[in-house]
């Protein structure tokens, strides 16, 4: 079993910076894809990065990014000029194989989320 906890959500304003950590522990030797997702309010989670691929969604692109420090087994996405538009839930996702990218059902383990809410 893998557990994921994201932590780092806050209320900030536009043209902020924010840090979020998703820190796995349990088997985490057996995790080999980590990534980001998000859902804002009544809309449907889509992914923010699949870092593998280096994929990043059209509306974070050049403003956020996404780097996993494997010896503390925790995946970070840093956050900069965030704008009201980025208020949601952001979820980290774990999977025991590589998932392809966009293919969130194919996860193995997902965080419980962290809150972001950009003010205007």
């Known amino acids: 079993q893998v557990q994921l906890v994201e932590s780092g959500g806050a209320l900030v304003q536009a043209g902020d910076s924010l840090r979020l950590s998703c820190a796995a522990s349990?088997?985490?030797?057996?995790?080999?894809?980590m990534d980001w997702y998000r859902q804002a309010p009544g809309k449907e989670r889509e992914l923010v990065t699949d870092?593998?691929?280096?994929t990043y969604a059209d509306s974070v692109k050049g403003r956020f990014t996404a780097y996993r420090v494997n010896a503390k087994n925790t995946l970070y996405l840093q956050m900069n000029n965030l704008k009201p538009e980025d208020t949601a839930v952001y979820y980290c996702?774990?999977?025991?194989?590589?998932?392809?990218?966009?293919?969130?059902?194919?996860?193995?383990?997902w965080g419980q989320g962290t809150q972001v809410t950009v003010s205007a």
């Open positions: 349990g088997d985490t030797i057996c995790v080999s894809d």
């Open positions: 870092i593998r691929s280096g």
């Open positions: 996702a774990a999977g025991l194989v590589v998932v392809p990218v966009n293919r969130e059902f194919e996860y193995d383990y």
